[in-house]
């Protein structure tokens, strides 16, 4: 089981950027795949990025494509959503998950959830 705690939320002007953080508990980081939905007041929760577990290879909904660059680092168990150009519709509450399904856009592959991290985009 891992433990996820999403960090680095706030209020933005748009065009600025932001940089969240989601720190894992535990031994085992390396073998999850990570992932970074979102959810706005009364919208579903949908697929933002997606990482495997090396870090070699992701993947980003059509949305932020350009704008938002996934990472990760294995030795500190956190992965990292770098959040540029940011716009009055990427405001959301930002979630973390962990899975094992590689290159998943699908919320229903991770098995574990952080709590959520406010993102506010001012236009």
């Known amino acids: 089981q891992v433990q996820l705690v999403e960090s680095g939320g706030g209020l933005v002007q748009a065009g600025g950027s932001l940089r969240l953080s989601c720190a894992a508990s535990?031994?085992?980081?390396?073998?999850?795949?990570m992932g970074w939905f979102r959810q706005a007041p009364g919208k579903e929760r949908e697929f933002v990025a997606t990482i495997i577990r090396s870090g070699k290879s992701t993947d980003y909904a059509d949305s932020v494509k350009g704008r938002f660059t996934i990472s990760r680092d294995n030795a500190k168990n956190t992965v990292y959503l770098q959040m540029n150009s940011l716009k009055p519709e990427d405001t959301a509450v930002y979630y973390c998950?962990?899975?094992?399904?590689?290159?998943?856009?699908?919320?229903?592959?991770?098995?574990?959830w952080g709590q959520g991290t406010q993102v506010t985009v001012s236009s």
């Open positions: 535990g031994r085992t980081f390396s073998s999850y795949v």
């Open positions: 998950a962990a899975g094992w399904v590689p290159t998943t856009t699908r919320r229903n592959d991770y098995n574990y």
